[in-house]
């Protein structure tokens, strides 16, 4: 029952929630645009209007036609109240177009003067008198033609601008609304994901139940685990597991014992006898030994100081031989330059116990996948044959060790990861048995048992 689906559900609404806010913002200006853009266009055909009052008061005094209503002081007070009607909101005009508005009061003081000129040739053409140069008016008329046109390319320049800007508005409020609609998809197979997930692992608990395996330890921890980290309880997991796993220590050295204890009474051994045997063979047993500070020297010969940064390490003599502990060295490091991002360096450390020494290999700003996680919590070999060799050779070679090995991702104080960690867990050699070189592989509680059956 492994998982790939790993979208969280506040992550999908956070998404949800951005494309909305986007659509609203993008939506709010699209409808601002839109009403400035009817207000220039409105701009634009007063101004065309109002242009041709007056090109045809000026044709009907270049042709002299005295009697034209377009002569009329009436008719040329409105011409003249008409550039100020078209820009009286004009709010919205200066806010876009900028210094350039300055040509709208220009423009409304040049037809008042244009007037006045058209005044004063009109007159004497009406009275029969000398008729006055047009000079003037054709110069007016020619400035405010001039003023006209720059008015109009400032307002289809602006115009040009906001639909451009509108158009923008358009994507935004498509590539919203494209969130919005993600976001509620995402969510709905979230949900149906996480359903599924719960129903598949409570049938598991339910077969467990109804195959009387409810007592089996490591299938509960299986199930426990996966229900934990489901639910991104990662610490409560690491817990769990510690406790788990002390649990089961604890059984198996009560099962081992009621074994002895079992074997004792049906063989004709006396405790005394077994204790003996066990000395006199321990004085014939030769450990496996190794110093871990010759097998760091071997390592830093192999990988160069921009891989590794040595702090915190300490000799110490373990039960492991020196091949394979550089070995096991080796494949770590390898394994961890894998996942390397940037220039970071893998850190060596190692922490002495009395009966064990813990070394750790920990590379900063880099993190284990969920599939290599799960990869060092099964026994199982056949299951993981598509993982990198590496990763492989390295368990491997630490079971063949008798050395724990294990994996995990570091987080800092916040919840984050910071980086990925992997240990390799060495029985320490005791003080009386430095001197000991040879490989007798085996555990005492194994050697007993042996002994036992033997005689």
């Known amino acids: 029952m492994k998982s790939n689906f790993n979208f969280r559900p506040n992550h999908i609404i956070l998404a949800g929630c951005v494309g909305f806010i986007l659509t609203l913002g993008a939506f709010w200006d699209y409808s601002r645009n839109q009403k400035s853009l009817e207000l220039f266009s409105r701009t634009s055909e007063g101004i065309s209007t109002c242009w041709s009052r007056i090109s045809q008061t000026f044709t009907a005094l270049m042709i002299k036609e005295v009697q034209s209503p377009y002569l009329n002081r009436g008719f040329m007070a409105i011409s003249d109240e008409c550039f100020g009607e078209v820009v009286k909101d004009s709010s919205d005009l200066k806010k876009f177009m900028g210094k350039n508005f300055e040509t709208f009061p220009s423009l409304i003081s040049d037809v008042n003067w244009f007037h006045e000129d058209v005044l004063k040739v009109h007159g004497p053409m009406m009275s029969g008198k000398n008729i006055v140069p047009a000079d003037k008016v054709l110069e007016r008329y020619t400035k405010i033609e001039s003023l006209k046109l720059k008015a109009t390319d400032d307002l289809e320049m602006v115009v040009r601008n906001l639909r451009t800007i509108s158009g923008h508005d358009k994507i935004i409020i498509g590539a919203g609304l494209f969130f919005i609609v993600l976001s509620i998809s995402m969510l709905g197979l979230t949900t149906f994901y996480q359903h599924n997930f719960r129903t598949n692992l409570e049938n598991e608990a339910l077969n467990l139940l109804s195959s009387g395996q409810a007592k089996t330890g490591a299938l509960i921890d299986t199930i426990v685990i996966k229900g934990l980290r489901f639910n991104g309880l990662k610490v409560t997991e690491q817990i769990f597991r510690d406790y788990h796993e002390n649990i089961l220590e604890i059984l198996s050295a009560k099962q081992i014992l009621q074994e002895k204890n079992s074997d004792l009474k049906s063989k004709d051994v006396t405790p005394e006898r077994i204790e003996k045997v066990i000395e006199v063979q321990e004085q014939e047993v030769q450990l496996s030994k190794s110093s871990l500070k ?141 001197k000991l070189v040879n490989v007798v592989k085996g555990k005492k509680k194994d050697l007993s048992k042996s002994l036992v059956v033997s005689h």
């Open 294 to 434: 010759e097998i760091l020297v071997s390592i830093e010969n192999l990988h160069s100081e921009s891989d590794l940064q040595i702090a915190d390490f300490r000799d110490a003599i373990v039960e492991v031989e020196g091949d394979a502990c550089a070995q096991l060295f080796n494949s770590a490091i390898t394994k961890l330059k894998e996942k390397r991002i940037g220039q970071k360096r893998i850190m060596l450390a190692n922490q002495i116990h009395s009966d064990r020494v813990i070394v750790n290999f920990y590379l900063a700003g880099s993190t284990f996948h969920s599939s290599e996680l799960e990869f060092f919590e099964h026994d199982s070999k056949g299951v993981f044959e598509s993982l990198d060799m590496n990763l492989m050779v390295l368990k491997e070679l630490a079971l063949e060790s008798n050395v724990k090995l294990g994996i995990e991702n570091k987080m800092d104080k916040n919840g984050k990861i910071s980086g990925l960690s992997l240990k390799l867990i060495f029985k320490r050699v005791s003080k009386d048995k430095s």
